[in-house]
């Protein structure tokens, strides 16, 4: 076997955009599972945009530190310790192709699917999708629902769920290829480019009847612009918020809060996955289910290679991606 | 009968801070109830922040106009038309001393204690308080809720109710005289000062276990502190904007918005009383139970006369009020 282990640490915390720079190759030793441990072999590693949140302060997690090895979500094989090896595990490996993990942090994975599913759509992604979307957001059949970030690799799936729900499913995304994309082949009724300067007319043009929930991946100026869209009794299901993680520097908070929520009734909310622990298991066999027959369409964008990984995350930051991005560090375990 | 109805018009929309030339006076003739209207006679006018609020745009009602008598929420007694004269009617009949109105759109009241109090704590403040707290915020036995403008027709009370509910109780206020109400009458647990440049460092030390709701009705800079300081799943009841309402220039929103509410799954939201209105009956009996046997303490601050009512507006906009603010503008119906 192997006895080297490679990792990427965050060099630097970056004080505005993130750089190839930020980050540092180190090469060391495979550690030994003690008691309680388990020894993981990583097969593939989730390229998420709060990975560059993690770096600028607290948020459910605490914040990263200079030289420590770059956190991620990532799935791989238990090699040795106190799990059966060969046991498929998600865990919070890192960017590195092996980790010591006590056996309580890590979760046995059954694979329904392709395994790399597991990280995206009946993963992380699926599970924020489903929860933020029917717990948080609530809508019902014959509502307009929005969402941002909506070729990502959540928001593709908030669609398409939303779509599943009875709805009327409005992307915002950020080229005209995602727009096609969303419209043409994900079954949104309508998606409409951020970055054009009439966004709010295009927004408007495409929800004739208002928007009813706003799922949130973005933040900023996007937020903004859909609080003075909304419908009363209107949700924004706040999930993220990508157009803020990339600097030291946050832009004021949006117009239009309180303003809006008092006038109108809104309610905006916050939530993670987490929240809904308990829930896991029903929403993981449905999103498999749907996914098995087609209803549901995952996208991902793989990476090859560790290395690869600060660039993979330095293009998500700036939209380069469609769908789930994750970088395969190491062989499929099955 | 007197014959005539003096009103006070809004004359000018203000641009910026609103001031006496902002109205104007008239008298005109009383008019006569056609079929399916009631004439009545007003003895109570509501003072509220919410009608600065209405002349700046279009809120939960349309925006007022320049030369349209002044809206405002209102109590008089039925003295001809489609109901029986003497009834003591909650009405919106704006700043005059005699309004024809649909009959539909009065609202008959039966008086438990003092007549002022439907205006305000049995009233729409009341009734605010009590479904704002209790079915947005929902506070738990042991919680801290913190309240802004608690010195105010709705905050004092709101700081009542939670103490009833069993929690820690914080008002934010901006003198220290009303701190001192609040503490040594109210039975608030602590209180601060938000004109203080350490209201961040004095709200942490009075919420030593965090805030758990934090009912606003303040909006702007106070609201971004609180967002800073609330506990995970915390809840943010969205009432009032007070401090953006005398402006045409209201400032950029909290900073923090989206983001604590992702990181610390917070739950943002706005309501108006109307919004629970199947609900009244049962929450003004217990309310009116409250108040008379004295767990619930109604601060009043009466003014009197029609014509006091621009000045009463404008003091009320800079804080000047204790407790609900009421203009005597006719006798007592009874």
């Keep these: 076997m192997n006895r080297l282990n490679r990792q990427i640490l965050l060099a630097e915390r970056p004080d505005g955009p993130l750089e190839l720079h930020h980050f540092r190759e180190r090469?060391?030793?495979?550690?030994?599972?003690?008691?309680?441990?388990?020894?993981?072999r990583i097969a593939l590693l989730s390229i998420d945009p709060a990975n560059r949140a993690w770096m600028q302060?607290?948020?459910?997690?605490?914040?990263?530190?200079?030289?420590?090895?770059?956190?991620?979500?990532?799935?791989?094989?238990?090699?040795?310790?106190?799990?059966?090896?060969?046991?498929?595990v998600a865990c919070e490996a890192g960017w590195q192709e092996y980790a010591v993990l006590p056996a309580a942090a890590v979760r046995p994975v059954t694979v329904r699917g392709e395994l790399s599913h597991h990280l995206g759509a009946v993963g992380v992604n699926g599970l924020t999708a489903y929860f933020g979307l029917?717990?948080?957001g609530r809508p019902q059949p014959g509502e307009t629902v929005v969402v941002s970030g909506a070729?990502?690799?959540t928001g593709h799936l908030v669609g398409q769920l939303a779509r599943l729900a009875g709805c009327r499913v409005?992307?915002?995304?950020?080229?005209?290829?995602?727009?096609?994309?969303l419209t043409e082949q994900l079954g949104f009724d309508a998606a409409v480019n951020h970055r054009s300067t009439s966004l709010r007319r295009d927004l408007r043009a495409a929800c004739p009847e208002g928007l009813d929930v706003y799922f949130d991946n973005v933040g900023g100026s996007v937020l903004e612009t859909t609080l003075s869209l909304m419908n009363q009794r209107g949700r924004v299901v706040c999930c993220g918020a990508v157009s803020q993680y990339d600097t030291s520097n946050p832009a004021p908070g949006p117009r239009g809060v309180p303003g809006y929520l008092v006038s109108k009734s809104?309610?905006?909310?916050?939530?993670?996955?987490?929240?809904?622990?308990?829930?896991?298991?029903?929403?993981?066999?449905?999103?498999?289910?749907?996914?098995?027959d087609g209803r549901l369409i995952a996208l991902q964008d793989m990476v090859e290679g560790l290395y690869s990984a600060p660039a993979a995350l330095i293009g998500l930051l700036k939209g380069d991606n469609v769908g789930?991005?994750?970088?395969?560090?190491?062989?499929d375990p099955r």
Excluded at 27 to 40: D, Y
Excluded at 266 to 289: C, K, Q, S, Y
Excluded at 324 to 331: A, E, M, N, S
């Design 27 to 40: 090469t060391v030793e495979i550690g030994e599972p003690g008691p309680g441990q388990v020894l993981c």
């Design 151 to 153: 070729a990502g690799a």
């Design 324 to 331: 789930k991005r994750i970088v395969r560090v190491g062989p």
């Design 170 to 181: 409005v992307g915002i995304a950020g080229s005209a290829d995602k727009i096609r994309l």
């Design 266 to 292: 809104l309610r905006m909310e916050g939530f993670i996955v987490t929240d809904f622990h308990g829930l896991w298991p029903n929403a993981e066999r449905r999103l498999a289910r749907w996914l098995a």
């Design 57 to 88: 302060g607290r948020t459910y997690r605490d914040q990263l530190s200079e030289g420590e090895v770059m956190a991620g979500f990532t799935l791989g094989e238990v090699i040795a310790g106190d799990l059966p090896p060969g046991t498929v």
């Design 134 to 136: 029917l717990e948080v």
